[in-house]
């Protein structure tokens, strides 16, 4: 995990504004770069400026990026979690780095090839994941507030209602007084 914000590399970090606060998660291109260049890709198309966190359990993580059938302007209850992007799907690129807590991977079917839009961020560590799915990102601030996603039933984790990511940006948004106040503390 990146200690300083200021160490992040700005082309790999996704910030997630959420209803509660901005997600800010480290990406790791180097571990799976074609899910990195995917997730980059559809975050820059605003495609999953709000899609809903569809599927969540209590203790283990929350799932999002059914950008097919998740958006609020065309939520489909009954399909959501089934779809993608019009995007091929993806080969896996399992690697060495843990499920632990804020750890953002990558869903999939049974297939261990079939991960194309959707994701999940662990709540707690869940290390019989390690190996299986494939690991993209880590979040580095704003855990608390994935922590306030609604949970879903008991069980499935399906959500009735579920609560949305408004947008979701791989550029970080630039206040200027951020500036000033950087170049005051240079000087």
């Not at 082309?11 to 790791?28: P, R, S």
């Not at 180097?30 to 599927?55: C, M, Q, T």
């Not at 494939?134 to 609604?150: A, L, P, R």
Request: aromatic share 8%; net charge negative; glycine share 8%.
């Amino acid at each position: 995990m990146t200690e300083n914000e200021d160490d992040l590399d700005l082309e790999n970090t996704l910030l997630i504004d959420l209803e509660d606060g901005q997600v800010v998660i480290e990406m790791y291109p180097d571990s799976a770069p074609k899910h990195v260049a995917r997730i980059k890709e559809l975050a820059r198309a605003g495609k999953y400026d709000g899609v809903a966190f569809h599927r969540v359990m209590e203790g283990f993580m929350a799932q999002t990026g059914d950008v097919e059938f998740g958006n609020e302007k065309d939520f489909n209850e009954s399909r959501v979690g089934t779809g993608g992007s019009d995007k091929p799907d993806l080969p896996a690129e399992f690697n060495e780095r843990k499920h632990e807590r804020g750890t953002c991977s990558m869903a999939r079917s049974s297939n261990p090839d079939s991960a194309n839009s959707q994701f999940f961020i662990c709540f707690k560590s869940a290390d019989f994941l390690d190996g299986q799915y494939t690991v993209w990102g880590q979040v580095v601030k704003g855990m608390e507030y994935v922590d306030e996603i609604k949970r879903g039933a008991p069980g499935s984790g399906s959500v009735t209602d579920p609560d949305h990511m408004k947008k979701v940006t791989v550029e970080p948004n630039t206040n200027p007084t951020d500036d000033k106040k950087k170049d005051t503390e240079t000087s």
